[in-house]
C-alpha cells in the first residue's frame, strides 16, 4: 500500500468516475484502475463497486476512505514540515438544501481554512441528489431536515446508503416574506392569510414527491403556486411578487441583506434540520472544521 494509491482513491471518490479521475491525477484510465484493482487485493476489500451506472463506493470503502484521508493529510503535514514541500491543493464538498446558514458557515470555512491553492465545492441541490452525493464521496457532508412526516422515508435512504443523520437544531415552522410585505407586522401567520399570495418551493425533479420537498407542510393546496430551482431567484421573487416560502426561520442579514425576513407560522411542526454522512468514515479536517462552522454560524 502506497500514499499514491490513497491519494488515487481519494480522487475517484471525489470524481465518481476513473477516466475523469484519471484525467486530473494525469494518467491512463487502465493504469489507475489497475493501481486501485492492486490495492484492493493487497488489502481484500472491495473498495469501489463496478456497475452499469458507474462506480460507487462499497460499505468497506468509505471506511477504508475515511482512514486514507487521514493519512494523507498527515503525509502532506510531514512533507511541508521537514521537506519544504508546496502542500497539495485542498479538497472539500458539500451537498445541502437551500439553506442560507450553510452558505455562511461554508464562507467561514474558506476565510479559516483554505491554502493558497485548493478546491471547495458547494452543491445546493435537490434532496435525493444530497443522499447520493454524499453516497457516492461525492460531497463528504450533507444536510438536510427530517421530520415526522418525511422521516420514514428519508431514514430509509439513509440507512440503505449506510449513511448517519446527527441533528444540528430543531425549528418550528416560519415564512421568509419581504419586509414590504402587509405580513411582515405580524407576529404570527397563518395558512388562510397567506393564500392570498404566490407559495414558492424548490423543483425536486424526479423524485418530486411530497416526501422530498424542502418545505414541511408540502401536502397543503395552494391557489397560486412557482417552482424555482435557486435561492437566489426564490429570493428574488420574495421580493418582486410578495411571495412566501416556508422554512426553519434561520436567516442572515450578513450574506441576505435586510429585504427577507421570517415570521412565525401558526403550525404545531417542528423540523430537525442535521447533517448526514457515512457510518463508517472518519470526518477528514475539513469536514470537521466545516460543522463546526455550523455551530458557530447557528450560535450567531
Given at each position: 500500500m502506497t500514499l499514491q494509491?490513497?491519494?488515487?482513491?481519494?480522487?475517484?471518490?471525489?470524481?465518481?468516475?476513473?477516466?475523469?479521475?484519471?484525467?486530473r491525477l494525469f494518467i491512463s484510465q487502465p493504469s489507475l484502475s489497475n493501481a486501485i484493482r492492486e490495492l484492493e487485493e493487497e488489502i481484500g476489500v472491495t473498495i469501489f463497486e463496478r456497475t452499469n451506472k458507474g462506480i460507487l463506493l462499497s460499505k468497506e470503502g468509505a471506511e477504508f476512505l475515511g482512514y486514507a484521508r487521514q493519512v494523507i493529510e498527515q503525509a502532506e503535514l510531514l512533507e511541508s514540515r521537514y521537506l519544504n514541500?508546496?502542500?497539495?491543493?485542498?479538497?472539500?464538498?458539500?451537498?445541502?438544501?437551500?439553506y442560507a446558514f450553510?452558505?455562511?458557515?461554508?464562507?467561514?470555512?474558506?476565510?479559516?481554512?483554505?491554502?493558497?491553492?485548493?478546491?471547495?465545492?458547494?452543491?445546493?441541490?435537490?434532496?435525493?441528489?444530497?443522499?447520493?452525493?454524499?453516497?457516492?464521496?461525492?460531497?463528504?457532508?450533507?444536510?438536510?431536515?427530517?421530520?415526522?412526516?418525511?422521516?420514514?422515508v428519508i431514514n430509509r435512504l439513509l440507512k440503505n446508503?449506510?449513511?448517519?443523520?446527527?441533528?444540528?437544531?430543531?425549528?418550528?415552522?416560519?415564512?421568509?416574506?419581504?419586509?414590504n410585505n402587509p405580513l411582515a407586522r405580524h407576529a404570527v401567520v397563518t395558512i388562510d392569510q397567506l393564500q392570498d399570495?404566490?407559495?414558492?418551493?424548490?423543483?425536486?425533479?424526479?423524485y418530486n414527491s411530497f416526501h422530498f420537498s424542502e418545505e414541511i407542510l408540502s401536502t397543503l393546496s395552494h391557489r397560486k403556486s412557482i417552482r424555482v430551482n435557486d435561492r437566489a431567484t426564490l429570493f428574488n421573487l420574495l421580493i418582486g411578487l410578495n411571495g412566501y416560502t416556508i422554512s426553519t426561520g434561520v436567516l442572515s442579514a450578513d450574506l441576505n441583506g435586510n429585504e427577507i425576513i421570517p415570521v412565525p407560522l401558526a403550525s404545531d411542526e417542528t423540523i430537525h434540520v442535521g447533517w448526514i454522512g457515512h457510518r463508517n468514515a472518519a470526518l477528514s479536517k475539513l469536514a470537521a472544521a466545516y460543522i463546526d462552522a455550523l455551530h458557530q454560524t447557528l450560535a450567531d
Open positions: 494509491q490513497l491519494r488515487y482513491v481519494i480522487e475517484v471518490a471525489a470524481r465518481g468516475s476513473m477516466n475523469e479521475a484519471a484525467k514541500a508546496k502542500p497539495s491543493p485542498q479538497h472539500f464538498s458539500v451537498s445541502t438544501q437551500h450553510a452558505v455562511n458557515a461554508f464562507v467561514k470555512l474558506v476565510r479559516e481554512h483554505g491554502q493558497d491553492e485548493y478546491e471547495f465545492a458547494l452543491h445546493e441541490t435537490k434532496t435525493h441528489e444530497i443522499i447520493q452525493d454524499v453516497q457516492s464521496q461525492r460531497s463528504e457532508i450533507g444536510i438536510l431536515y427530517v421530520n415526522e412526516f418525511n422521516a420514514k446508503a449506510n449513511l448517519t443523520f446527527t441533528s444540528l437544531f430543531t425549528a418550528k415552522a416560519h415564512v421568509f416574506i419581504s419586509v399570495y404566490p407559495y414558492l418551493y424548490f423543483e425536486q425533479g424526479e
